[in-house]
């Protein structure tokens, strides 16, 4: 079956333009996470999704930055105003929560977008 | 201090070596994970675990809560296990959140 996917895979921007980055979970996967990975840097948390709803968003650097997931699946993340340390490969993951609260959530992750801010 | 700190951050082995990967973090948890990342950068799932010891393959995952610490081994190490692997934690406290370390680049030669 088909696992996440991402688009773009690759998005170069200029300074201060906003961008929209797509994802699309496994099919019937309830739980849905942003992350991003800066160069050099390990994966640092940004946003979680449980159906539409965002339970924790507490990773968002700044309020340049927000997500929504519509119909329990598809999620865009869009940064606006883009700065130059934005620039970083964007994760999503998705996941099928048990109805124990998360005892068999395993992540399965996307391709990942990289953003290049000039 | 990060709350998960991995060990070594880089290692180089030669094909066929015992492999050790280490993980120590400093807040109570409900599931570590381990992950691999390729040089293409996709990440896969390695292993999800709360207790005691998971093997898949030649990959071995053991975690001691009361120290909190875990281990990833791979035996019979090969050049296509080179990557990065990746601890990541999730607290009672934070959902689905994962808390990740800053991986461990290893290259096997041949």
């Known amino acids: 079956g088909a696992g996440v996917s991402q688009s773009p895979s690759n998005k170069v921007t200029e300074k201060g333009k906003d961008v929209e980055l797509r994802c699309d979970p496994i099919s019937g996967h309830t739980a849905l996470y942003w992350y991003r990975q800066s160069l050099g840097q390990g994966l640092e948390f940004l946003i979680y999704?449980?159906?539409?709803?965002?339970?924790?968003k507490s990773g968002l650097p700044s309020d340049r930055f927000s997500a929504e997931r519509t119909g329990g699946s598809v999620s865009t993340l869009t940064i606006q105003r883009t700065q130059q340390e934005d620039s970083a490969v964007y994760l999503c993951?998705?996941?099928?929560?048990?109805?124990?609260?998360?005892?068999?959530?395993?992540?399965?992750f996307g391709p990942g977008t990289r953003l290049t801010v000039l | 201090k990060n709350e998960v700190e991995q060990s070594p951050q880089n290692l180089t082995a030669q094909e066929g070596e015992f492999i050790t990967i280490n993980c120590s973090y400093s807040?109570?948890?409900?599931?570590l994970h381990w992950l691999q990342q390729h040089p293409g950068g996709g990440i896969v799932s390695l292993f999800m675990l709360s207790s005691g010891k998971k093997k898949h393959g030649r990959l071995i995952a053991t975690i001691n809560i009361q120290e909190k610490h875990s281990s990833l081994h791979i035996t019979a190490s090969h050049p296509r296990d080179s990557a990065v692997y990746i601890c990541?934690?999730?607290?009672?406290?934070?959902?689905?959140?994962?808390?990740f370390g800053e991986g461990t680049q290893l290259t096997v030669n041949p």
């Open positions: 807040v109570g948890i409900s599931a």
């Open positions: 990541a934690v999730r607290s009672p406290t934070s959902g689905s959140r994962l808390t």
């Open positions: 999704f449980q159906g539409n709803s965002a339970p924790d």
């Open positions: 993951a998705s996941s099928l929560l048990s109805s124990g609260g998360g005892s068999t959530d395993t992540q399965y």
